[in-house]
């Protein structure tokens, strides 16, 4: 059974950093594209960065430059690290594994605000 668990959220400035992890199991890592999607209050889910089974990433433009995806297949472990954050981009961020069917975390919260 596929399961996602987020963390590494909490408070930060803007302009400050962080980074989130989701770990992952009872799935070949390896083998699925693995994504973050975040969803502000009042706000549809939206799509922020991927990473492929080959290491290839692609990034929402909105946070283009900003954030970081990352995976270690060893750790069966997938990274967001956020950079430049800026108060748009609270939301609760969620991690997906993506194959022939989608799974998702419950999600960790992340606030930027002073």
């Known amino acids: 059974q596929v399961q996602l668990v987020e963390s590494g959220g909490g408070l930060v400035q803007p302009g400050g950093s962080l980074r989130l992890s989701c770990a992952a199991s009872?799935?070949?890592?390896?083998?699925?594209?693995m994504s973050w999607y975040r969803q502000a209050p009042g706000k549809a889910r939206e799509f922020i960065a991927a990473?492929?089974?080959?290491?290839?990433?692609n990034y929402a433009d909105s946070v283009k430059g900003r954030f970081t995806i990352s995976r270690d297949n060893a750790k069966n472990t997938v990274y967001l690290q956020m950079n430049s954050l800026k108060p748009e981009d609270t939301a609760v961020y969620y991690c997906?594994?993506?194959?022939?069917?989608?799974?998702w975390g419950q999600g960790t919260q992340v606030t930027v605000s002073s």
């Open positions: 990473v492929t089974t080959t290491g290839s990433t």
């Open positions: 997906n594994a993506r194959r022939v069917v989608s799974s």
């Open positions: 009872g799935f070949t890592f390896s083998l699925y594209v």
